[in-house]
């Protein structure tokens, strides 16, 4: 299992962004996917995902009604739009899988098992 971050840098605070996420290996197994992310002398946290059947998305409280995880079985590919961004989300964003059914669970950054390299979003006031 692959996956392979891109997107985001610098942008100005109430601009928008889209990371995107391309995964590989998953085959037909089960995956839940998401995105977490980790600010300067913070910990790693979640910030939204979704689980393998899609069905069910969870954001992290402060990025509700900003940010959209979506995929695109076709290509691969999750994607987090970023909107109305903030100072306080400039961060190292992450997008993360695990093979199992987590659902909500899925918003903790400690139960993922395939990670792929980070990008960074920086957003100035």
């Known amino acids: 299992v692959q996956l392979q971050a891109s997107g985001g840098g610098l942008v100005q605070a109430g601009g928008s962004t889209r990371l995107s996420c391309a995964t590989s290996?998953?085959?037909?197994?089960?995956?839940?996917v998401g995105w977490t992310r980790q600010a300067p002398g913070k910990e790693r946290e979640g910030v939204s995902c979704?689980?393998?059947?899609?069905?069910?998305?969870y954001y992290e409280d402060s990025v509700k009604g900003r940010f959209t995880i979506s995929r695109d079985i076709a290509k691969n590919t999750v994607y987090l739009e970023m909107d109305s961004l903030k100072p306080e989300d400039t961060a190292v964003y992450y997008c993360?899988?695990?093979?199992?059914?987590?659902?909500?669970?899925?918003?903790?950054?400690?139960?993922?098992?395939?990670w792929g390299q980070g990008t960074q979003v920086t957003v100035s006031s």
């Open positions: 993360a899988a695990v093979r199992s059914y987590l659902g909500i669970r899925c918003l903790h950054s400690g139960l993922y098992t395939y």
């Open positions: 290996g998953f085959g037909s197994d089960y995956y839940d």
């Open positions: 979704l689980t393998g059947s899609g069905s069910e998305i």
